[in-house]
């Protein structure tokens, strides 16, 4: 079977039905609002990352080559709260997840759509505020806006970020809301929830993270303003307040948040390894409750972040222990792709390079997770760049690889065209190895001793950090090639089929790209997930 | 089977008992919301207990109870309004939407008499903080809360009513699909958990730590 | 139309005791009556029992995550010594 479509008319899609600002801008069609945040959050990236190359271009020379302290300060605030409130929390879900779980479901749309459009409209406000507040002078509190620097001592504009993070926290809560609803009420007849991909099942654990743990973060946020404007004293220990009491609000939201950021790249990295092995995945049922058990246990483990910051030591020990649980599923997933890969007919395009890269990445990262999850190797480690890397190696290494997978991996379906798989192979083998440059030294600057948030250094860690900021150029080379392939790939690219990968999936049996109401029928689904023939079956092998 | 509004739904019942699905979703998200605060007091009871006390003294007790006897008969009305939208009532229903609308206003307004009566007392945790002797530190950080959580239940009361009139509008035009008794349904859901949050709130202020 | 009305009186009564527990001090009594007052409201205003499978697990998951934030939460909080707040506000702009 051809990968191409010799047909020389432009079919009617979601794409082209209608072309003005206003039918873009107001459609209530999920494939439309998915395109909206992928414009919104490549945006958003690409702002993260410029602040990131300042910062490590500043870090080659110990004594900080490029920008005050103060200005170093404001670069790791705006690459940390654009890259977490403004591109992790929402990536995955609202582009590729918008886009394909109704299709995945055999739906025609989200439960609520005009929710959808609200929630987009809710990002970008949000966006658009935090934005100015960041360039507006700026702030220099770093992502975790600890009290009593957030709230007593700095010059930046506290409230107006807060605002706007705020303001896009509605987004992920009416996002979270929708999906869980609509994979609830909107799945095909026939589609039992053992028979649903694994990217639907880590949709809905997410949306669980979404909805319950977003509202948290309001309050804390309001707590936050309310004491930087009036002073009133709930965080400040001259007064009687505590501190501690902000960081813990704080992080029984961002501690999930960051397993709404993961969980979304497992479920991607299950449905290309399957696809790209031709084989059904290893232990689904496994996978399924290992995600759902880690949108739970991801809300009891928030002390880890404050081990030396001053809490209870029973507390904490009970943290370290929680934290230790929450590595459990992560592993159970990893050696299930594992043996989903064995004895698989593995075929290496782009797509799956992103994924394979995604499970050794988020391997290391998980591991040295390990270390810090241990109180004493904690007083060493916390602090300083190995924490750095650790969660590096698991956002970067994992969600922005997985996401790639994704985005490769869908490409066909969401644009119709095919791109050129030979420069996404050669994308992936940049970011792959320009990735490991800039943050294995990390680990080992960390276990040295070198401090985060720090814009100059001892001149010992010199080393270290030129090889790291040389690993920044290479990767920030390699994300910016697909930009390149796949905006080529929409004005030559060769015009997708149905099914170009052959793989299994409701979203597979509609057109490239879908028509708006995503199917003539809806279909009726008989057969469990990734029922891929047998390995050694005369239908096994993929053409191509 | 009567038409559904969205075409992703098989029939208007399927989109009505989704929307209600929703708006149960979306209140156990507003249910961590308040969950946060009341954290804040739970925290404030174990660091300060004597300073809570203090604070609480100073609440008004009959003015919380009052509001509490309010909001407490708005949530009834609007079940009342619940059971004629559903009978298909729509006028009925409409003038229930409006009355509990009325009974919010009330409650809004006694609120406003409240804080103005607080700030007069010197209640605001500044630098003119009123109370005086050894717990006043813990008082003001139990006052904090009283602002906070009190400014932000009576937001939502504010929403709330602006829902009221949006569903009476819904109810008064009349059946269409049946969606009007949905949203006479699902804002009385959300009215009624608003007056869940106050039940919760009401004792946390005036009464538990009552000298 | 019977139900309404008793839920509202029962709620009425109960909003007697708690203030009645408020002024003579028996602050366990108020602890006691406002459950019951919420149970009432769920009850017969937002008839939850009546709800579906799936709406109740909705209502009852957000209680769930309450009680985890408010246990592990506080539990630092118990588990270490609490300093006074002290009198005078000392250098707050």
Known sequence: MSRTSTVEDLPPSYLNKENTLFSWLCSTDHKRIALLYFGSITAFFFLGSAGAALMRLNLISPAGALVSHEGYNRLFTLHGVVMVWFFLVPAVPVTLGNFILPLMLGARDLAFPRLNLLSWYLFITGGLITLWALFWGGLNTGWTFYTPLSTNYTNGHVVL???????????????????????????????????????????????????????????????????????????????????????????????????????PGFG?????????????????????????????????????????????????????????????????????????????????????????????????????????????????????????????????????????????????????????????????????????????????????????????????????NVLSSAGAVILAIGYLTPLFYLSYSLLRGTRATENPWEATGLEWKTSSPPQTENFRHIPTVVDGPYNYPPPHSPAAPRHG | MAEPRGFQYASAAHETDTARAGMWLFLASEMLFFGAIVYVWMVLRITHPQGVVLGTSHTNLILGSINTALLLTSSFTLTLGVMRARAGQGAAAARCCLLTAGLGVGFLALKGLEWGLDLHEGLWPGPGFAPWGDDVGGARLFMCFYWVATALHGLHMVIGVGLLAWAARLAWRGPMAGRHVTAVEVVGLYWSFVDTVWLVMYPLIYLVARP | MIHPVLAWILLMLLLAVEVLAALLHVGWLAWAAAPVMIVVVALMFMHVAQESPLRRIFAITGLVWIAILLSLGSADFAARHNYPAPQQVIGVR
Request: hydrophobic share 55%; proline share 4%.
């Open chain 1, 268 to 464: 991607v990295v299950s449905e290309v390894i399957t696809a790209f092995s031709r084989k059904a995945l290893f232990g689904y049922k496994f996978v399924v409750w290992a995600s759902m058990s880690i949108a739970v246990i991801s809300f009891l483990v928030w002390g880890h972040h404050m081990f030396v910051a001053g809490q209870s030591i029973y507390s904490a020990i009970v943290f370290s222990l929680l934290s230790y649980l929450v590595a459990v599923p992560s592993a159970i997933k990893v050696f299930n792709w594992l043996g989903t890969l064995h004895k698989g007919h593995i075929q290496f395009e782009a797509p799956m390079l992103y994924a394979l890269g995604f499970v050794g990445l988020f391997t290391i990262g998980g591991l040295t997770g390990l270390f810090i999850a241990a109180l004493g190797t904690d007083v060493h480690l916390t602090q300083t760049y190995f924490i750095v890397a650790h969660f590096h190696y698991i956002m970067v290494g994992g969600m922005v690889s997985a996401f790639f997978a994704g985005l490769h991996y869908w490409w066909p379906k969401i644009t119709g065209r095919m791109y050129s798989d030979a420069w996404g192979r050669v994308a992936a083998a940049i970011i792959f190895f320009g990735f490991n440059l800039t943050f294995f030294p990390q680990f080992v600057l960390g276990y040295y001793g070198m401090p985060r948030r720090y814009a100059s250094y001892p001149p010992e860690y010199q080393v270290w």
């Open chain 1, 161 to 263: 970020a807060v605002v706007g993070i705020f303001i896009s926290g509605f987004s992920s809560i009416t996002t979270g809301v929708n999906f869980i609803v609509t994979i609830h009420r909107l799945r095909a007849p026939g589609l039992t929830w053992y028979r649903l991909p694994v990217f639907a099942w880590s949709l809905y654990a997410t949306s669980v993270i979404y909805v319950l743990g977003t509202p948290v973060l309001a309050m804390t946020l309001i707590l936050l303003a309310f004491e930087r404007i009036f002073h009133v004293g709930v965080f400040d220990s001259r007064i009687g307040g505590d501190p501690l009491l902000f960081q813990h609000l704080f992080w029984f939201y961002s501690h999930p948040a960051v397993y709404i950021m993961i969980l």
